[in-house]
């Protein structure tokens, strides 16, 4: 794959800290028009490789290239492509929502009173973006932090908590601008949340960073191969026998009424079935559950207790 496919190519980045290496020879690429979520538990480098990303903290070793174009030796010019919240938005309490965009515009070249005005539509500020700041709940302030990381329109967002402090509509009406934003303007979208349902239902991909390393990237909708084991439900009648024929096939299970949950590869259903169907047992309905984005992410840090930071 050609460069010129990826917004953002990290490469072999190293990033210490005094004696201590935070970020160890960590690799990964971004596509244009792609959600892609960059998770991590507390402490594995994720704020610091953000940091870097946008220009905040220099690399000891490697490069990040942002359209083909070094961050390291193109600063100035290439930060100019990217927007960013880290963390919570910067902005001016005693201000309006509108006025503060307009700091903002100053700070920046070509930005028109049409592009205020469309970026507050887009994240849905207009009947109150004329109240000052101080008066908005956090989740208008995360809406107004967006509307001011897109006004320059950057070809890589950058959102750390996005949906922080938004009701559950306010979340679906971020998560769509941030989908529509990749798909309809083909913007790279990279963003970190502790909610991890949310995560999965966003983002096209995601990397697990932990302890300075990139351990895994992956779709978020890979597919489970037939060999993977995951838990299956199986309703059966009667469950006497059906508890019956596990015990004597060695095959653990938990029960709640007629309903058996087994771990068991997708493969070996059919031959299972047979055997259930041979014994005289009624088979209602068999369910493979879904693996999600979050025991993945448990599985692969292998760390059940840890909040994604």
Same mark, same amino acid.
């Given at each position: 794959?050609?460069?010129?496919?990826?917004? @953002?190519?990290?490469?072999?980045?190293?990033?210490?800290? %005094?004696?201590?290496?935070?970020?160890?020879?960590?690799?990964?690429?971004?596509?244009? %028009?792609? /959600?892609?979520?960059?998770?991590?538990?507390?402490? &594995?480098?994720?704020?610091?490789?953000?940091?870097?990303?946008?220009?905040?903290?220099?690399?000891?070793?490697?490069?990040?290239?942002?359209?083909?174009?070094?961050?390291?030796?193109?600063?100035?010019?290439?930060?100019?492509?990217?927007?960013?919240?880290?963390?919570?938005?910067? !902005?001016?309490?005693?201000?309006?929502?509108?006025?503060?965009?307009?700091?903002? =515009?100053?700070?920046?070249?070509?930005?028109?009173?049409?592009?205020?005005? #469309?970026?507050?539509? *887009?994240?849905? @500020?207009?009947?109150?973006?004329?109240?000052?700041?101080?008066?908005?709940?956090?989740?208008?302030?995360?809406?107004? #932090?967006? =509307?001011? &990381? !897109?006004?320059?329109? $950057?070809?890589?967002?950058?959102?750390?908590?996005?949906?922080? #402090?938004?009701?559950?509509?306010?979340?679906?009406?971020?998560?769509?601008?941030?989908?529509? *934003?990749?798909?309809?303007?083909?913007?790279?979208?990279? /963003?970190?949340?502790?909610?991890?349902?949310?995560?999965?239902?966003?983002?096209?991909?995601? #990397?697990?960073?932990?302890?300075?390393?990139?351990?895994?990237?992956?779709?978020?909708?890979?597919?489970?191969?037939?060999?993977?084991?995951?838990?299956?439900?199986?309703? !059966?009648? $009667? =469950?006497?026998? &059906?508890?019956?024929?596990?015990?004597?096939?060695?095959?653990?299970?938990?029960?709640?009424?007629?309903?058996?949950?087994?771990?068991? =590869?997708?493969?070996?259903?059919?031959?299972?079935?047979?055997?259930?169907?041979?014994?005289?047992?009624?088979?209602?309905?068999?369910?493979?559950?879904?693996?999600? @984005?979050?025991?993945?992410?448990?599985?692969?840090?292998?760390?059940?207790?840890?909040?994604? %930071?």
């Amino acid at each position: 794959m050609e460069s010129q496919q990826y917004s @953002l190519e990290v490469t072999n980045l190293h990033k210490k800290i %005094g004696k201590k290496e935070i970020i160890k020879d960590l690799n990964f690429t971004v596509n244009k %028009g792609e /959600v892609f979520g960059f998770l991590g538990p507390n402490g &594995a480098g994720k704020t610091t490789t953000i940091r870097m990303i946008v220009g905040l903290t220099t690399p000891t070793e490697g490069d990040i290239k942002v359209l083909g174009k070094s961050v390291v030796q193109n600063r100035s010019e290439v930060i100019k492509e990217i927007g960013a919240i880290v963390e919570n938005p910067e !902005l001016y309490p005693f201000l309006s929502g509108y006025e503060n965009l307009k700091q903002f =515009a100053r700070m920046q070249n070509g930005i028109t009173k049409a592009d205020i005005d #469309g970026v507050v539509k *887009l994240v849905g @500020l207009e009947s109150r973006i004329n109240d000052k700041v101080k008066k908005y709940s956090l989740g208008m302030r995360q809406r107004l #932090g967006l =509307a001011q &990381a !897109l006004l320059h329109k $950057p070809k890589i967002l950058i959102l750390d908590e996005p949906t922080n #402090g938004l009701d559950p509509a306010g979340i679906r009406e971020i998560r769509d601008y941030i989908k529509k *934003l990749a798909k309809e303007e083909n913007m790279s979208v990279i /963003v970190s949340s502790h909610l991890m349902s949310e995560m999965e239902l966003m983002c096209d991909r995601f #990397g697990i960073i932990k302890n300075g390393k990139m351990v895994q990237i992956e779709e978020v909708n890979q597919a489970v191969t037939s060999d993977t084991i995951v838990k299956h439900t199986l309703d !059966l009648y $009667p =469950a006497e026998r &059906a508890q019956v024929f596990f015990k004597r096939i060695g095959k653990q299970y938990h029960q709640e009424g007629d309903t058996f949950t087994i771990d068991i =590869a997708s493969k070996d259903i059919p031959e299972l079935i047979r055997k259930i169907v041979k014994d005289d047992i009624d088979i209602y309905s068999v369910t493979k559950e879904k693996v999600s @984005l979050e025991d993945r992410f448990m599985n692969i840090t292998n760390d059940g207790g840890v909040h994604i %930071g």
